[in-house]
């Protein structure tokens, strides 16, 4: 009796659970505050001149352990089990943070990194609310792909503030910022092929209908955790 | 046109309470971990117990606090104050600190170059009591935490005296505790800065330490021949 007792525990849904976790713990103690660190800083200030490979680095571990992105990177593709689909809202997302990333650093505007990255949390707390079905709820239609496209530009601005932290010289920005937007790039396909996978894993189960809303919940508190922390920040600074 | 499908939207009690409990969830998140961990704001206490406010600098305040409510241990002295020329003993004098009869001054110059991010510490040896004049300046604003470690009490009894951002500092110093006095500097910009210090005291000895560790350095007393301008070994 005690074995379909304990059988949830070796769902599929909690296999990725624990997947997801594993993925989310991965970067350690840096996952909450992806600061660019204090070692990469130190690092890219010695940097004078064209580098594309530490810049191309710096963009992917700053996407992959960068937990806002993945959240909403997660909250695009949850129901999208297309390729076509992925594809489409992706790149909705890429053209939108790169449009801001590269015009953030070299028009050099500033923004408030707190509050760029609070909006970040918000676009997670609104892609969860949609999937949610909150929208539908509310009789609203919304594009999605704008919704998408236009959280996309706050990535992109949070993405500048970080380059713009690093103190990037001037001799070679070029190359480095675009070295750094195509790493971004990498870096997201590198998170996508695993949240995608798991997900469409996930998908062929039968426990994913009924857990999607508690998962998706999951994801909005994420979001307002991402809120909050900005915010407070923003407060105490 | 793409049809994503969706689940069936779940009813509007459904929602809301789903949403009130992720709200709940990120506040009590935030509220027991984040905001401890990561800004020293802990309302519930429940930081401090599970000893997350210690990530957040917190601990600094605390040295800080307790190093600033002693009396007799800095005198700071203000630029218009130091005539043009004075030795450490009269400056120490004028701050009212007695020297014991036949007490041996030492002197040290400490130079160092410190590049981007680059930190660096400084510490004199001194006994409780044992009073010292000292003059830093750098070329640019630095952050520096002045602090001393006694040797009875570990790091826990650190105690801060002035923290901030400055480019000079003279005072007269009189140690509270037998232990390790001085400074820890960090270069905040992106170009770097020099940094030079002379102190007279009653000190025993000097360390420094940095990304490789604990040094001992010889005092390097100011005009005692060519060696003593190279000043301390920078690694």
């Given at each position: 009796?005690?074995?379909?007792?304990?059988?949830?525990?070796?769902?599929?849904?909690?296999?990725?659970?624990?997947?997801?976790?594993?993925?989310?713990?991965?970067?350690?103690?840096?996952?909450?505050?992806?600061?660019?660190?204090?070692?990469?800083?130190?690092?890219?200030?010695?940097?004078?001149?064209?580098?594309?490979?530490?810049?191309?680095?710096?963009?992917?571990?700053?996407?992959?352990?960068?937990?806002?992105?993945?959240?909403?990177?997660?909250?695009?593709?949850?129901?999208?089990?297309?390729?076509?689909?992925?594809?489409?809202?992706?790149?909705?997302?890429?053209?939108?943070?790169?449009?801001?990333?590269?015009?953030?650093?070299?028009?050099?505007?500033?923004?408030?990194?707190?509050?760029?990255?609070?909006?970040?949390?918000?676009?997670?707390?609104?892609?969860?609310?949609?999937?949610?079905?909150?929208?539908?709820?509310?009789?609203?239609?919304?594009?999605?792909?704008?919704?998408?496209?236009?959280?996309?530009?706050?990535?992109?601005?949070?993405?500048?503030?970080?380059?713009?932290?690093?103190?990037?010289?001037?001799?070679?920005?070029?190359?480095?910022?675009?070295?750094?937007?195509?790493?971004?790039?990498?870096?997201?396909?590198?998170?996508?092929?695993?949240?995608?996978?798991?997900?469409?894993?996930?998908?062929?189960?039968?426990?994913?209908?009924?857990?999607?809303?508690?998962?998706?919940?999951?994801?909005?508190?994420?979001?307002?955790?991402?809120?909050?922390?900005?915010?407070?920040?923003?407060?105490?600074? | 046109?793409?049809?994503?499908?969706?689940?069936?939207?779940?009813?509007?009690?459904?929602?809301?309470?789903?949403?009130?409990?992720?709200?709940?969830?990120?506040?009590?998140?935030?509220?027991?971990?984040?905001?401890?961990?990561?800004?020293?704001?802990?309302?519930?206490?429940?930081?401090?117990?599970?000893?997350?406010?210690?990530?957040?600098?917190?601990?600094?305040?605390?040295?800080?606090?307790?190093?600033?409510?002693?009396?007799?241990?800095?005198?700071?002295?203000?630029?218009?104050?130091?005539?043009?020329?004075?030795?450490?003993?009269?400056?120490?004098?004028?701050?009212?600190?007695?020297?014991?009869?036949?007490?041996?001054?030492?002197?040290?110059?400490?130079?160092?170059?410190?590049?981007?991010?680059?930190?660096?510490?400084?510490?004199?040896?001194?006994?409780?009591?044992?009073?010292?004049?000292?003059?830093?300046?750098?070329?640019?604003?630095?952050?520096?935490?002045?602090?001393?470690?006694?040797?009875?009490?570990?790091?826990?009894?650190?105690?801060s005296f002035v923290i901030g951002d400055m480019r000079a500092q003279s005072a007269v110093y009189v140690a509270p505790f037998n232990g390790i006095h001085g400074w820890y500097w960090q270069n905040r910009s992106l170009e770097p800065v020099k940094l030079t210090l002379e102190a007279s005291g009653l000190f025993t000895g000097s360390k420094t330490f940095d990304q490789a560790g604990e040094h001992d350095r010889p005092l390097s007393?100011?005009?005692?021949?060519?060696?003593?301008?190279?000043?301390?070994?920078?690694?």
């Amino acid at each position: 009796m005690l074995t379909p007792r304990l059988g949830w525990l070796v769902q599929p849904r909690m296999l990725l659970l624990l997947g997801l976790l594993l993925v989310l713990l991965m970067p350690g103690a840096d996952a909450f505050a992806h600061d660019i660190s204090e070692a990469d800083r130190a690092a890219v200030q010695r940097i004078d001149g064209p580098a594309p490979f530490p810049f191309l680095y710096l963009g992917a571990k700053h996407m992959v352990t960068g937990i806002d992105h993945v959240l909403f990177l997660i909250g695009v593709v949850f129901f999208l089990y297309r390729l076509r689909d992925v594809v489409l809202y992706v790149s909705m997302f890429t053209i939108g943070h790169s449009l801001t990333l590269l015009g953030g650093v070299l028009l050099d505007t500033g923004a408030n990194s707190y509050i760029v990255d609070a909006i970040i949390g918000f676009s997670v707390v609104y892609k969860a609310f949609e999937n949610l079905g909150g929208f539908r709820l509310l009789g609203f239609a919304l594009d999605t792909r704008l919704a998408v496209l236009g959280f996309g530009l706050f990535h992109g601005l949070g993405l500048a503030t970080k380059v713009r932290d690093l103190g990037l010289s001037d001799d070679g920005l070029l190359v480095n910022l675009v070295s750094f937007n195509v790493g971004v790039e990498v870096g997201q396909v590198a998170v996508l092929t695993v949240v995608v996978a798991l997900l469409n894993w996930w998908r062929a189960t039968r426990s994913f209908a009924p857990a999607a809303f508690y998962a998706n919940l999951a994801l909005m508190a994420g979001g307002f955790a991402l809120i909050g922390y900005q915010l407070t920040g923003y407060a105490a600074s | 046109m793409t049809e994503i499908p969706i689940a069936p939207p779940p009813s509007r009690k459904k929602l809301l309470v789903g949403m009130a409990a992720a709200v709940a969830v990120a506040a009590a998140g935030l509220v027991v971990f984040v905001l401890p961990a990561e800004y020293g704001i802990d309302p519930t206490g429940a930081g401090a117990a599970l000893g997350l406010t210690q990530l957040a600098g917190e601990e600094e305040n605390i040295y800080l606090k307790r190093g600033q409510a002693r009396t007799n241990v800095l005198f700071p002295i203000e630029p218009a104050e130091a005539p043009a020329r004075f030795t450490a003993s009269e400056m120490i004098a004028r701050k009212g600190v007695a020297l014991p009869a036949g007490a041996q001054l030492q002197s040290d110059r400490f130079e160092f170059e410190l590049l981007p991010y680059e930190g660096i510490e400084l510490k004199y040896v001194l006994d409780k009591g044992a009073p010292m004049f000292f003059s830093w300046h750098a070329m640019a604003p630095v952050n520096v935490d002045m602090h001393s470690h006694p040797f009875d009490g570990g790091e826990e009894a650190t105690e801060s005296f002035v923290i901030g951002d400055m480019r000079a500092q003279s005072a007269v110093y009189v140690a509270p505790f037998n232990g390790i006095h001085g400074w820890y500097w960090q270069n905040r910009s992106l170009e770097p800065v020099k940094l030079t210090l002379e102190a007279s005291g009653l000190f025993t000895g000097s360390k420094t330490f940095d990304q490789a560790g604990e040094h001992d350095r010889p005092l390097s007393p100011p005009g005692a021949g060519a060696d003593a301008g190279t000043g301390p070994a920078a690694d």
